[in-house]
């Protein structure tokens, strides 16, 4: 008797390829987000030093020109709410469990959004589930390794939310079912979005520009437009500075890195056009399919979302320290139209024969491709160092006084600022050292005037480096003092 092979459809492949696929990026992510790796992502150190200030109790904004020196790059809403959840598990003092939260809270947002945008195309675009979860997945997987730990998550599930409550009610609106209420809780959310990350402007712009010129609907601008001020001005008593000045020069000239066409070249083009180029093109060819039937609002406001955010994230690609999570809002955006294409076509059987050719290997590159796999190697030292971190600062916390200052000199940033808290000189220098100081944003003046006077203590480097100098000004009087691990702590001559 002949037993007949067993056969895998093609849907089914691809249905095990994102299983395997998301389980190891799962559990590489837990990994990472437990590790005592300072960064696991892009200056996500930066992040954490604004969490650790608002729980220390000062101000997350100050002027970056005055002692210590801290850039917050980003809006408040994001350092708040992690702030807020580690006071009430009581673990804010401890800055390794803080990190992990802060890592955590990012990787539960991801899957919140992932399965947002599931439900999204299954509930509100009608698509079959077995085709709606692997392109869910798509943007799961796109999600780059730089904002493992950064604002970015929690931005993103605000944006996937108004646009999902959007597209709802426009599909209503051309059934004569419009509701006012979603136009008003798409306009709470796009306001969260703004606390969340500048970015979230190019949010109500772009839902502006539609209301406007293809909804026509003066009530819906008016009633959007009254959920957005509405809740941004109650969360602006919360959470924004009383000094305005102060906000200005972080979040806006703080920004401010220049623009940079090696970076564009070598960050953008080479490790992400080149690898998600046919992801690229099939989100703007689904744009010109979608404008072909701009009568339709669903196809003109999803068309225009995927040109809007392509062109911004193109432009903004060519600032220094620019990412390829720009484009996560075009693919989203994408991802709803090709849903739309998808219902429409014939072509897609019901075993996602070529869905599944198309995909697999976008799956295989997009899990491999800047997730942070060569990290792992690096978990076992990183602990020792954070431990040895916590030796310095045990050590240097008793020697020094309020007034005075310790500055540390490594080109990547350690745990050992965040244990330091206000009394670390220099927080956040990636970004104001390689960013904002050559674009001449800031000349940091003060440093000068606090070395002249004796203010800075303590100096510390590695053991193997020496440090003579810093943002050109030179460090003399400075004698060996200790070593612990693999750090040598330098002290002022004259201290006692």
Not at 148 to 168: C, E, M, P, Q, W
Not at 425 to 439: H, S
């Amino acid at each position: 008797m002949k037993l007949n092979s067993a056969k895998i459809s093609p849907g089914l492949l691809l249905t095990i390829i994102i299983a395997l696929m998301t389980v190891s990026l799962l559990l590489l992510r837990l990994s990472l987000a437990f590790s005592y790796l300072p960064e696991i992502g892009g200056v996500s150190i930066n992040v954490m030093y604004g969490i650790i200030r608002i729980l220390s109790g000062s101000d997350l904004y100050t002027n970056p020109e005055h002692a210590p020196f801290p850039i917050i790059q980003y809006m408040p809403l994001h350092f708040h709410l992690v702030a807020l959840i580690g006071k009430a598990m009581m673990i804010s003092k401890d800055i390794h469990a803080m990190t992990v939260l802060n890592r955590l809270f990012c990787l539960a947002l991801d899957i919140c959004s992932t399965l947002l945008i599931t439900r999204t195309l299954i509930k509100t675009l009608s698509l079959k589930s077995n085709i709606a979860w692997p392109l869910s997945f798509i943007y799961f997987l796109s999600i780059p390794s730089i904002i493992f730990g950064r604002v970015d998550n929690l931005y993103l599930f605000l944006f996937i939310a108004t646009i999902s409550i959007l597209l709802k009610n426009i599909i209503r609106s051309e059934n004569n079912n419009n509701s006012m209420k979603a136009v008003f809780i798409a306009g709470v959310v796009c306001a969260l979005a703004i606390c969340t990350k500048q970015t979230g402007i190019f949010l109500l712009v772009f839902c502006s520009i539609f209301f406007l010129f293809i909804s026509k609907s003066l009530k819906t601008i008016l009633i959007f437009y009254a959920g957005l001020l509405l809740s941004g001005f109650i969360v602006s008593l919360w959470l924004f500075p009383v000094s305005i000045e102060a906000f200005k020069l972080n979040i806006i000239d703080g920004v401010r890195n220049g623009l940079n066409v090696n970076w564009f070249i070598e960050v953008i083009l080479k490790n992400f056009f080149m690898k998600f180029s046919y992801v690229l093109a099939m989100g703007l060819l689904t744009a010109i399919l979608l404008y072909k039937n701009r009568h339709l609002k669903t196809a003109a406001f999803l068309s225009l979302g995927i040109i809007w955010y392509f062109l911004i994230a193109s432009l903004s690609a060519f600032k220094a320290g620019s990412g390829p999570n720009y484009y996560l809002e075009f693919i989203v955006l994408s991802l709803f139209g090709i849903s739309i294409l998808i219902k429409n076509t014939s072509f897609i059987n019901s075993t996602g024969t070529l869905f599944a050719l198309i995909l697999s290997p976008f799956f295989l590159i997009a899990a491999a491709n800047d997730k942070g796999w060569g990290d792992l190697g690096m978990m076992k030292k990183s602990k020792k160092d954070y431990f040895n971190c916590i030796e310095v600062a045990e050590y240097i916390k008793p020697k020094i006084k309020l007034e005075e200052w310790v500055l540390s000199d490594f080109h990547k940033e350690n745990s050992l600022n965040l244990m330091l808290s206000d009394q670390a000189l220099f927080p956040c220098r990636e970004v104001a050292l390689y960013f904002t100081r050559p674009q001449g944003v800031f000349h940091f003046s003060e440093f000068k005037k606090l070395i002249e006077n004796g203010s800075v203590s303590f100096l510390i480097t590695y053991k193997e480096d020496t440090l003579s100098e810093f943002i050109d000004v030179p460090l003399l009087n400075y004698s060996a003092d200790t070593t612990i691990g693999n750090y040598a702590i330098y002290r002022l001559a004259d201290k006692n």
